[in-house]
């Protein structure tokens, strides 16, 4: 099996989706782009053609090279038809579910639905599904163009074929792809939970600030500390992965969610894409 000339529907036109979209219209695919909010597909358009004026400026792009990525993307109001989907909506088991029960009524039986869950079981995620064999976690790193790793999930009925398809598509858009199964987190993000709870621990008692616990961790040699990089994922969706990789692990102490996460979500101080998180953005 090969996508390599796949037509791709991405699904989800946040952070995640925009970025995949990008990278998969830059590799030559067709791409339509669908959101359950109004205009957001469009409004993910708009920024990504601001973004590669940005690299055509900065001589990275050829502005032919930039049209066409941007031409080949399509916002659609609709589910459509395609050879892949790769879903970057909501974390949330019953909406995703859902949103895959839609897809198969639409969908040739040959099409892959892949997933960019960063912590939901993939396996948990086909039951139900008419042919669970086609679904593949597909975990892309924010930001999606300039992040090299993608983890390629199988869960328990996904199709090797399947998987191998996936993982040499990432290898062809200049990505580092890793096959793994689906566990709690994956790979990176069951390192990465414990990393973030040690820095809101830190928080919470008062010995550190985010500016301090950013310039340790940096200095350390990370490149970005955790405060600064839960902003940049959004702490909507970093609390809900949270949530969910403590609740896979049966409620395992290492694992468990921040009331200082709760905060931030509870005041929609989500990060980045809100204008403010623990730092403010302009
Ligand atoms: P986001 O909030 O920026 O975007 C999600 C988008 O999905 C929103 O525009 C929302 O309107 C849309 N949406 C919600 N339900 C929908 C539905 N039923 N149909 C169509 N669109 C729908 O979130 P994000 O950060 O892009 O995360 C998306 C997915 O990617 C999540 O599963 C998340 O865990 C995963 N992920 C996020 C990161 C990160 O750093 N933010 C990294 C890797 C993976």
Known sequence: MTLHNARILVVGAGLMGAGIAQVAAQAGHEVFLFDTRASAAEAA????????????????LTA???AAALARITPVDALVAVDLVIEAIVENLDIKRALFAELEALL????VIATNTSSISVTALARGMQAP???????????????????VVSGL???PEVAQAVFDL??????????????????VNRIARPYYAEALMLLQDRAATPELIDACLRSAGFRMGPCELMDLIGHDTNFAVTN???AANFFDRRFTP?????ELVDAGFLGRKSGRGFYRYP
């Open 258 to 262: 921040s009331l200082v996460q709760q």
């Open 133 to 151: 064999e086609r679904l593949v976690g597909m975990h892309f790193f924010n930001p999606v163009p300039l992040m090299k790793l993608v983890e």
């Open 157 to 159: 009925g996904t199709a």
């Open 45 to 60: 358009k708009a920024k990504l053609a601001q973004t590669l004026d940005g690299l055509t400026a900065k001589g990275k």
């Open 64 to 66: 032919d090279v930039a």
């Open 170 to 187: 990432a290898g062809r858009w200049g990505k580092t792809a890793v096959h793994t199964r689906s566990t709690p987190g994956f790979i």
């Open 244 to 246: 969910s990789v403590f």
């Open 108 to 111: 040739p039986r040959e099409a």
